[in-house]
Nanobody, 123 residues
């Protein structure tokens, strides 16, 4: 099973940018589809983005389309979430997750989860 370590969260101003990283252990990272999820205080978990094992397919929740980009570097066992034009409503704890299955925005598809990283966007 892959272990995931998420990093890159911090406090940024609205309109700013931030890149989150999710580093995976194990030699089979390139076999996993990956997903990004977030949870704001007092709110349910929300899907953000997903990416196929090759990086050739990505999907995004409507609220981040055009602002967030998910990518991966299988040589570095790392998946990224580039977040641009950040808004206060993007404030949340962000998680990455892995699955041997197809890339999906459904959190139920992902059995492996990393710890979260806090992203706070000030207005």
């Amino acid at each position: 099973q892959v272990q995931l370590v998420v990093s890159g969260g911090k406090l940024v101003q609205a309109g700013g940018s931030l890149r989150l990283s999710c580093a995976a252990s194990g030699r089979t990272f390139s076999s996993y589809s990956m997903g990004w999820f977030r949870q704001a205080p007092g709110k349910a978990s929300e899907s953000v983005a997903s990416i196929s094992w090759s990086g050739g397919y990505t999907d995004y929740v409507d609220s981040v389309k055009g602002r967030f980009t998910c990518s991966r570097d299988n040589a570095k066992n790392t998946v990224y979430l580039q977040m641009n034009t950040l808004k206060p409503e993007d404030t949340a704890v962000y998680y990455c997750a892995a699955t041997y299955g197809s890339a999906s925005l459904s959190r139920n598809s992902y059995p492996c989860w990393g710890q979260g990283t806090q992203v706070t966007v000030s207005s």
